[in-house]
């Protein structure tokens, strides 16, 4: 896994709150690194990367977003 601070996700630079604000949908409380996802794009195959993001003070989610096309996904259940 390599973590960097801001990503190119669909020709679009983005921090790991902007990027986490796109995969939930609306505003996060706080977001961690970055990081290369070990998958690929269930979609287009394209390269994956995920955040760690407090959408609320109880509450931690890891989002998942494809660099490539629009497929997003998160860890709930």
């Known amino acids: ?33 970055i990081v290369d996802a070990d998958r690929e794009c269930p979609e287009c195959g394209g390269p994956v990367v995920s955040v760690g993001y407090m959408p609320s003070v109880m509450e931690f989610v890891t989002g998942y977003k494809c660099q490539d096309c629009d497929w997003k996904a998160t860890d709930r259940e």
């Open 1 to 33: 896994m390599t973590e960097k601070e801001n990503r190119v996700v669909q020709g679009r630079m983005v921090t790991p709150k902007s990027l986490a604000e796109r995969i939930e949908d609306g505003s996060v409380m706080d977001a961690e690194a």
